[in-house]
């Protein structure tokens, strides 16, 4: 296969390495940008990324780097994959290295701690010149590596930065889909991690799927009202990277969001559970962040109330559910049952 493009993935953890991958395999040229040399070396060396998806083979056209510089030389599109709390200062160095014409695509699913910016909203503000996009959707890294079917959505409001992005990265195993609400994707992707903490929880206190049903058609409901407040189109939600990514983050312990959540439930303390975690859960800073932004703006949050009570002020499980469904329940039941 000819080289088509030669991109940059910068973060080299379960999902960077997994897209890195995905757009190689299509014909591209990859340079991964990470930290950490004997990670470079496992990928580099031995075609794995031993720590983070080890026994998954990565393509010869990747390349590791541990210099940004070299990861940026020559590139068409650069794809940002750290948590939320590193994107700013990544984007930042990357702001003085690279031309207008360079599209730049987060992947990331959170918010920036320490204000309200949207991943969207900081490439629009470091990199203002350059073409940008977000990536989202019901992607967990492990079942992409294993090859199972997934999709994704691009979101940009230029089209032609949505097709350069399938270009990329669409398979026969790996689907893209375009839309234009980039904070209607990006809010799907980032609100989901909170609620699959409290399926997490939901599933280890051993509620009936009608109840969890139940929980997750309002967590839907909730989601998108926050969303539309921000400027979202209430139909994003439910597409892919709304109900989509709420399903499949909601039901699976390969979720390190839902992980958290199980061991909350299982009731074991914040600090215990996330000290037993080597990578990032961003439903745990997002919980905060959207708290805190929906009280000012008075949006109607019940489940994330809830939640906030279980984590932070040491809430009861059952008192908090109680109040949910019995007492905050009527302003959720005319959308649901709707
Ligand atoms: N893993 C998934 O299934 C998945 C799927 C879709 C989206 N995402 C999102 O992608 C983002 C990254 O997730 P992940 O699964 O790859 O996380 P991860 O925890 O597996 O890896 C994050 C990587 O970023 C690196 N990193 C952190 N701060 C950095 C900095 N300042 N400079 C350079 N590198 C830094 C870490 O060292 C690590 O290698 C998250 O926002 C996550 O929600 C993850
Ligand atoms: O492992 P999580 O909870 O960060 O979820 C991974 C992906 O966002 C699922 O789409």
Redesign the pocket.
């Known amino acids: 296969m000819p080289e088509r493009h030669r991109v940059a993935v ?7 390495t997994v897209i890195a991958n995905t757009m190689a395999c299509n014909g591209n040229q990859v340079a991964l940008w ?3 040399p004997a990670l470079a070396a496992s990928i580099n060396e031995r075609r794995e990324n031993d720590e ?1 998806l080890p026994g998954y083979t990565i393509d010869e056209r990747v390349t590791a780097t541990l210099d940004l510089s070299d990861a940026l030389n020559g590139i068409d599109t650069v794809f940002v ?4 709390a ?1 994107f700013r ?2 984007v930042k160095d990357v702001a003085v290295q690279i031309g207008p014409s360079v599209v730049v695509v987060s ?4 918010i920036e701690p320490g204000g309200f910016h949207l991943m969207s909203e900081v490439l629009a503000q470091e990199l203002p010149h350059n073409p940008r996009a977000v990536v989202s959707g019901p ?3 492990r079942e992409i590596a294993a090859g199972q079917l997934s999709a994704c959505v691009s979101a940009s409001p230029d089209s032609a930065v949505n097709a350069s992005i399938h270009d990329l990265l669409h398979s026969d195993s790996f689907l893209v889909y375009s839309s234009s609400d980039v904070y209607g994707v990006e809010l799907g ?1 980032a609100l989901k991690n909170i609620y699959a903490i409290l399926s997490g929880l939901c599933h280890a206190r051993d509620f009936g799927e009608n109840t969890i049903g139940m929980v997750l058609t309002r967590a839907l409901a909730e989601m998108s009202r926050f969303a539309v407040e921000l400027g979202a189109n209430p139909l994003t939600f439910l597409g892919l990277s709304g109900v989509g990514d709420l399903i499949v983050t909601c039901s699976t312990p390969l979720s390190r969001n839902y992980r958290v959540g199980y061991g909350l439930g299982k009731g074991q303390p914040l600090a215990e559970v996330l000290a037993g975690m080597d ?2 859960a ?1 439903g745990i800073n997002t919980l905060g962040l959207v708290k805190a932004e929906a009280d000012r703006r008075g949006v109607p949050m019940p489940l994330v109330n809830g939640l906030y009570g279980i984590l932070y002020e040491h809430r009861p499980v059952s008192e908090v559910f109680s109040d949910i469904m019995f007492t905050e329940v009527a302003r959720d039941v005319e959308f649901v049952a709707s």
């Open positions: 910068l973060g080299g953890g379960s999902f960077g990470l930290r950490n983070y994959a750290v948590p939320s590193s200062t990544v992947l990331t699913k959170g992607n967990l890294a992707g990578q990032v961003e």
